[in-house]
């Protein structure tokens, strides 16, 4: 019983000095993250590890997204997929394929809608990868109906390249909203 109150009062502050160190080295290392989404945020190419903070991670796609680089890009997010929070991983999703579309789109009114096709398709994935991870986010089932009515608009490419589902070409007109069942 005598022996209680050493080990509390050597004990305790043994404990505190320790809590007072990882503290400390977590501060530093949330510092560091902080820094390199700060530096890529300003543009500055800053390499990241696939392993590194989620966050960061997702700073890395957005620079890379903004400079155009989207195959570098892609490798990374599918490293989120298996370790960040949902919502990181629905906005790495989420981003990669507005500017997988945006490809395309630019493609299309250049006139170029045969080279167009496979950047919606890969718009098309990455937005069903970001709804099975948030099914309520408007603004992907938005985006992703306007992906799929750019490749409906274009029958051809959807029979050869197209992604899993194809489309019965009967059906076609069916599936347009406003234009009614049968016969002219």
Partial sequence: MRRAPTILFTGLPVLLVLAVLATAVWARHLAADNRAITGLKANRDL?????????????????LIRQDRLTEAQPLVEALDGRADPRIRTDAHYNLANAWLRRGLDLITEGKIDA????VVLAR???RRA????????????N???ASRLIRDFPAFERTVG???QVDRKRLWT???????GGP
């Fill in 47 to 63: 390499a990241v590890a696939p392993g590194a903070a989620p966050a960061v991670v997702l700073a890395r796609v957005e620079f």
């Fill in 116 to 119: 167009a096709g496979p950047f």
């Fill in 125 to 127: 994935q990455e937005y």
């Fill in 131 to 142: 709804l099975t991870l948030a099914p309520d986010d408007w603004d992907a089932k938005f």
């Fill in 144 to 146: 992703l109906d306007v």
């Fill in 163 to 165: 992604d899993t589902g």
């Fill in 175 to 181: 599936d347009i909203p406003g234009t009614p069942r």
